[in-house]
């Protein structure tokens, strides 16, 4: 719920929502990259980035790939 709070109005959502491909080594970076900043309480440029190209917000990630 924090990173909710901290983090949600702060992905901007211009593109259509495309998830994380899990099957592949860069997907499972990525996002263990935006897991990591969530956990830490700060979500980097890299981690902002990452949502924003995926068109997904904070709320979003965590349903699809767990909590932080």
Do not use: W
Not at 11 to 40: H, N, Q, W, Y
């Amino acid at each position: 719920m924090d990173a909710i709070k901290m983090f949600g109005d702060a992905i901007a959502l211009d593109v259509e929502e495309e998830p994380f491909d899990t099957t592949s080594e860069m997907g499972r970076a990525c996002i263990d990259i935006i897991k990591k900043g969530l956990k830490e309480r700060n979500l980097t440029f890299t981690g902002k980035r990452l949502l924003e190209q995926h068109g997904m917000s904070v709320a979003r990630f965590i349903e699809l790939y767990g909590k932080v």
